[in-house]
């Protein structure tokens, strides 16, 4: 069965730090692209940042440029994210989230997200 | 990067009848990166529709997808009981390289 599953969730004050883990099972981790994906509460959802088959290029949302970093141990079938400098409006379920990606062999280009796991809930709060 | 805005906010149809929820982008977008997504109360999102109007496995062919440029369009031909849930439309653009959700549309009953 294909899995993702987050940890590392809970309550952190303003300026502090977390790091998320996901840990995925059922299918080549190696082989997919990554996100991270989040969701406050009651509001829509908000992409975060996603990392390459290889760890090359991260990409992130202009909110967690430069405080978020996504990195991923294919050896051991783990995506991270390490959050630092943590605001209130950090505050959200993470999602880990497999991505389906094809950007260069014509006609079938795509991007999206086929896996989700149940996310892990951040809480940045004094 | 473009924005996403979804209509309506809200959709109150009842079992049966036909949805047609908007997806307009603030630039023109590829259709090739565009995909919707569905979300119960409680539960991680799922992928409905990838590269505008290609169903993901396991949905069900009530629900198409359409449109290019900036407006894009998910319709639930006959909605059933289990299909009111809020939706997204996502998009990817790659220069420079970014990701957005639109706002999301709930269909209640």
């Known amino acids: 069965e294909v899995q993702l599953v987050e940890s590392g969730g809970g309550l952190v004050q303003p300026g502090g730090s977390l790091r998320l883990s996901c840990a995925a099972s059922?299918?080549?981790?190696?082989?997919?692209?990554m996100h991270w994906v989040r969701q406050a509460p009651g509001k829509g959802l908000v992409w975060v940042s996603h990392?390459?088959?290889?760890?090359?290029?991260?990409i992130y949302a202009d909110s967690v440029k430069g405080r978020f970093t996504i990195s991923r141990d294919n050896a051991k079938n783990t995506l991270y994210l390490q959050m630092n400098s943590l605001r209130a409006e950090d505050t959200a379920v993470y999602y880990c989230?497999?991505?389906?990606?094809?950007?260069?062999?014509?006609?079938?280009?795509?991007?999206?997200?086929?896996?989700w796991g149940e996310g892990a809930t951040v809480t940045v709060s004094s | 990067e473009a924005v996403l805005t979804q209509s309506p906010g809200t959709l109150s149809l009842s079992p049966g009848e036909r949805a047609t929820l908007s997806c307009r982008a603030s630039?023109?977008?590829?259709?090739?990166?565009l995909a919707w997504y569905q979300q119960k109360p409680g539960q991680a999102p799922r992928v409905l529709i990838y590269s505008a109007s290609s169903r993901a496995p396991d949905t069900p062919d009530r629900f198409s997808g359409s449109g290019s440029g900036t407006d894009f369009t998910l319709t639930i031909s006959r909605l059933e009981p289990e299909d009111f849930a809020v939706y997204y439309c996502?998009?990817?653009?790659?220069?420079?390289?970014?990701?957005?959700f639109g706002g999301g549309t709930k269909v209640e009953i």
């Open positions: 630039q023109s977008i590829s259709s090739n990166y």
């Open positions: 990392i390459k088959t290889d760890g090359s290029n991260p």
């Open positions: 989230v497999r991505g389906r990606v094809n950007l260069w062999t014509p006609p079938s280009y795509y991007y999206y997200m086929d896996v």
């Open positions: 059922g299918f080549t981790f190696s082989s997919y692209w």
């Open positions: 996502q998009q990817y653009a790659s220069a420079p390289p970014s990701v957005t």
